[in-house]
């Protein structure tokens, strides 16, 4: 009988306040985002020492641990009950790109257990070469198996389950605002930044963050006034705009004072959204006078959001072919 697995990529988190500074040292270190002609390994430790302070204290107001990886594990274990329905026997693994278990830890597993086909299945719906493109790029160069054997998905920004369940949880959102007032909520989504720089040298991330909006307002018929903007930019160089802040300020000096903030680049709640989202920049709202601000909740646990997964999962096994300069087709 056929073995099969699915793996999942994701950033990974800080476990415990005294793993922030070797996880900041692991994302100082990726060649994908920093690129240092000389001295990799030495910028990745003074940045990660001088950063881990400040990041500290944001750990500690958000419990000590980023959640990430406990949503992962969850959403891991969803999709392989999910997919044993249909396969059998299937293995679904969760490889992070900068904290335990690694891409190499499950690149070794995977090479281990010798399985006929593997989907390498990002949990980053938008490509972009500082996630999905740096992940696969680590995979390729650990993992010790028989190419042919994987199949890559890109990324499914406009898959229509993967919308369904951004929309339910918009839904979900809405309901925390005083019913008077639905009507005035801006949807504001808020999607993780990314330098000018990348984005000029063709980095699909903008227009597919671009897309997402356009599908998930769509499918809610335009129902309320929306927006979108970028946040955790680091660092002096141009990102992309507008920022979130920005656009706080700006909403609040046209009087829409009813936001709700749509994490729309993360499927699973930690730092940037529990403190970026719901603590910095509620300040920001607090400070322009903004009425009732909502932070919508990560897909987490979101089964809509594992059948859409599912979905991407079955497609990709079901590919005899592997294209890797093309995106695994995401909707049947």
């Not at 000389?38 to 419990?63: C, L, T």
């Not at 920004?157 to 959102?173: G, H, K, M, P, S």
Request: charged letters at 25%.
């Amino acid at each position: 009988m056929n073995k099969y697995a699915v793996v999942l990529f994701n950033l990974g988190g800080p476990d415990s306040l005294e793993a922030i500074k070797p996880f900041l040292f692991n994302l100082f270190s990726d060649r994908d985002i920093f690129k240092i002609p000389v001295g990799q390994k030495i910028f990745a430790k003074i940045m990660s020492v001088f950063r881990a302070p400040s990041v500290k204290e944001k750990y500690k107001r958000i419990g000590g641990k980023s959640p990430i990886n406990d949503w992962t594990r969850l959403q891991q274990s969803m999709l392989q009950q999910e997919l044993q329905k249909l396969v059998p026997g299937i293995e679904v693994y969760a490889a992070m790109r900068y904290w335990h278990p690694t891409i190499r830890d499950i690149a070794d597993k995977v090479t281990e257990k010798a399985f006929d086909k593997v989907v390498l299945l990002p949990l980053y719906p938008h490509y972009s070469i500082t996630t999905t493109g740096s992940s696969f790029n680590e995979w390729k160069r650990v993992y010790k198996g028989e190419a042919e054997k994987l199949t890559y998905v890109y990324d499914y920004f406009d898959n229509q389950r993967y919308i369904n369940a951004l929309n339910e949880r918009i839904d979900e959102t809405i309901l925390r605002f005083p019913e008077n007032v639905r009507d005035d909520i801006q949807l504001l989504f808020s999607a993780h930044g990314l330098p000018e720089s990348i984005a000029k040298q063709g980095d699909p991330y903008p227009k597919q963050i671009d897309k997402t909006v356009a599908c998930v307002m769509k499918a809610r018929n335009f129902s309320h006034g929306y927006h979108l903007c970028f946040q955790s930019k680091v660092g002096p160089a141009k990102w992309l705009k507008p920022s979130i802040d920005e656009m706080i300020r700006g909403l609040a000096e046209k009087r829409k004072k009813q936001l709700l903030v749509i994490p729309i680049s993360f499927v699973s709640d930690h730092i940037e959204t529990l403190f970026e989202l719901d603590i910095e920049y509620r300040m920001v709202a607090d400070e322009a006078n903004i009425e009732n601000y909502m932070v919508m909740k990560g897909l987490n646990n979101s089964k809509t959001f594992v059948a859409a997964l599912k979905e991407l999962a079955v497609q990709a096994l079901q590919n005899q072919s592997v294209i890797e300069s093309q995106p695994v087709k995401k909707n049947g």
